[in-house]
């Protein structure tokens, strides 16, 4: 399939279609000026859940990974992961989609996640906005029924929100081109295999590091194209071993731009009920009028741009 990385890094549109761009691939396109910085976690903001030292918990990152350890203390139906994306504050720069590809040791094909940009509107009032993209993670995800329709239990959602593969189930091109298909946001990804040196003198050591996806061991060898995770679909999943382990998504962790905020939407304490309490009408949710009640939130200051998506 087609995925959002190969569509190229750069749209230009006018407004009206740019709209209608957004509702074709799945993406968000904030508009509006870059603002200040929102709601970060100062000495005067409500005190971290997690068991972070107030003096640490001035940085937004550490304030989220100890959320994060808090909300591991309970029970995981207890848990409610989120995302909140502030368009505002990215730069479009894709470090966050370097991290994951290094994170998930993704091969030729698969990019859980990707930064396109775009452009609209007619000189000299034009305007570019990076959009980072990946599994929106919905409540009700039509990939899963499209998927299990072919092969039960392929996939999953699990207690605290995540939408979880089985790899060992997801098997096959058939069942991938039906998720896909069902999928709005173009999330999933096919992994046949392949290696990006495999035409050199030799495998670079990268490309066969094991991966942890679910908290499993993936092993990845030349010649073994039908293994699990390979020989079936692959997305994001809100980097699940690293939150098991107490540690922030890597997108989150090294975006540089602090645009990403990640924390349990069931903690009225956290950051990103924080962050979204003081954007109370300058959030968005792509495609949410379809009712796959996506967890990855969008902030922009564009009430247009709000409507154009929700109309
Ligand atoms: Fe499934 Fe797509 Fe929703 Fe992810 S974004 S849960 S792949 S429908
Ligand atoms: Fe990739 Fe993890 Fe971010 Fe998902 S949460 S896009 S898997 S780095």
Request: hydrophobic share 35%; glycine share 10%; charged share 25%.
């Amino acid at each position: 399939m087609d995925t959002m990385a190969e569509e190229g890094p750069v749209v230009t549109l006018a407004r009206r279609e740019l709209f209608e761009l957004g509702a074709a691939v799945g993406l968000a396109l904030i508009a509006g000026a870059p603002q200040p910085a929102i709601a970060s976690a100062t000495a005067s903001g409500p005190e971290p859940s997690g068991s972070m030292p107030k003096s640490q918990a001035q940085d937004d990152l550490l304030r989220m990974q100890g959320e994060i350890r808090g909300a591991l203390k309970k029970p995981v139906e207890e848990r409610s992961w989120i995302m909140v994306v502030d368009g505002r504050k990215c730069v479009g720069c894709q470090a966050c989609v370097v991290a994951c590809v290094a994170e998930n040791v993704l091969p030729p094909g698969v990019t859980y996640r990707s930064v396109p940009e775009i452009e609209y509107g007619t000189y000299p009032e034009g305007r570019r906005y990076p959009m980072p993209t990946q599994c929106m993670q919905c409540d009700k995800p039509p990939c899963m029924a499209a998927a299990n329709a072919i092969a039960p239990g392929s996939i999953a959602k699990r207690a605290d929100g995540i939408v979880a593969i089985d790899y060992t189930r997801f098997r096959g091109r058939a069942v991938f081109e039906a998720a896909a298909k069902a999928c709005p946001y173009r999330a999933l990804y096919y992994d046949d295999g392949a290696f990006y040196t495999k035409d050199t003198p030799a495998l670079q050591p990268y490309e066969k590091t094991v991966s942890h996806d679910y908290n499993r061991q993936w092993l990845r060898e030349p010649g073994q194209a039908s293994d699990p995770p390979a020989g079936g679909g692959r997305k994001c999943h809100f980097c699940l071993h690293r939150l098991n382990a107490g540690l922030l998504p890597a997108c989150v962790s090294t975006c540089i731009g602090r645009a990403l905020y990640f924390g349990d939407k069931n903690d009225p304490q956290s950051l990103v009920n924080e962050v979204l309490a003081a954007n109370k009408g300058k959030i968005l949710r792509i495609r949410e009028n379809q009712g796959t009640e996506p967890r990855v939130y969008y902030l922009t200051d564009d009430p247009e741009f709000i409507a154009g998506f929700h109309g």
